[in-house]
């Protein structure tokens, strides 16, 4: 019994450190439990957020199967056990914060509360890129592996339409696959609509790990990426 409040009591006191405006804690897959029927999980102890918004007729930064996609570039300073990410469109009431990440497009358009898309998001790693100094010199023309992908959940608020088609998807570093260890290096988070069609309205991203990770850095190109690492 003893065991069980403390585990409450810190799913508690993690719930109100990284609260993520109204779309509720972003809870782990390492150290979830199951109690009384419900699942309990502990939130990520480091989130970040990336607020963007995309426009009509936007070059895709790649165009496969039909469909145009689009990257966020992240840089992971230090080697994590667990990396969640999860992305919602159309932003509403949610409002960037000191230390988030936002796009230009965002901050010109936030009164546009209607448009957005059907998310589909996922996750990669760049190979042979593990120092700042190879971001750009291997990061343009790496091998990009795939760790995960996801298109709805429904852990997720609704859209607009009335659906759970926001996405959400949480990764455990696979220290025996070198190429899905979630260790020092260039990662990448894909979006794009999971029909056929435009990309466009906002969106916010969140990446959140088990561990604080100083230094963590998300950017929509590897040039900006760079520099904010390196000011």
């Given at each position: 019994m003893k065991n069980l409040l403390l585990f409450f009591a810190i799913t508690i006191l993690f719930t109100n450190i990284v609260k993520s405006q109204d779309l509720g804690s972003f809870g782990?897959?390492?150290?979830?439990?199951?109690?009384?029927?419900?699942?309990?999980?502990?939130?990520?102890?480091?989130?970040?957020?990336?607020?963007?918004?995309?426009k009509p007729g936007i070059t895709p930064d790649e165009e496969k199967g039909g469909k145009k996609y689009f990257y966020l570039y992240l840089w992971i300073p230090v080697a994590s056990p667990e990396i969640g990410i999860r992305m919602v469109s159309p932003v509403t009431d949610m409002k960037p914060e000191k230390g988030d990440f936002v796009m230009e497009e965002f901050t010109a358009n936030q009164t546009d509360k209607t448009?957005?898309?059907?998310?589909?998001?996922?996750?990669?790693?760049?190979?042979?890129?593990?120092?700042?100094?190879?971001?750009?010199?291997?990061?343009?023309?790496?091998?990009?592996?795939?760790?995960m992908q996801n298109d709805d959940s429904g852990e997720m608020p609704k859209q607009p339409s009335g659906n759970y088609y926001n996405s959400l998807m949480r990764m455990t570093s696979e220290v025996s696959n070198p190429l899905k260890a979630l260790t020092i290096g260039l990662y990448r988070i894909g979006f794009t609509t999971y029909k056929t069609g435009?990309?466009?309205?906002?969106?916010?991203?969140?990446?959140?790990?088990?561990?604080?990770?100083?230094?963590?850095?998300?950017?929509?190109?590897?040039?900006?990426l760079k520099a904010l690492i390196t000011k």
């Open positions: 782990a897959d390492l150290g979830k439990k199951s109690v009384f029927g419900k699942e309990i999980r502990i939130p990520y102890t480091d989130l970040i957020s990336f607020y963007g918004f995309m448009s957005y898309f059907d998310t589909w998001i996922s996750f990669e790693k760049a190979g042979g890129v593990t120092s700042i100094d190879e971001i750009l010199t291997k990061g343009k023309d790496a091998v990009w592996t795939s760790i435009e990309v466009k309205g906002s969106f916010l991203a969140q990446i959140g790990s088990v561990v604080k990770i100083p230094g963590m850095m998300v950017s929509r190109n590897l040039d900006t």
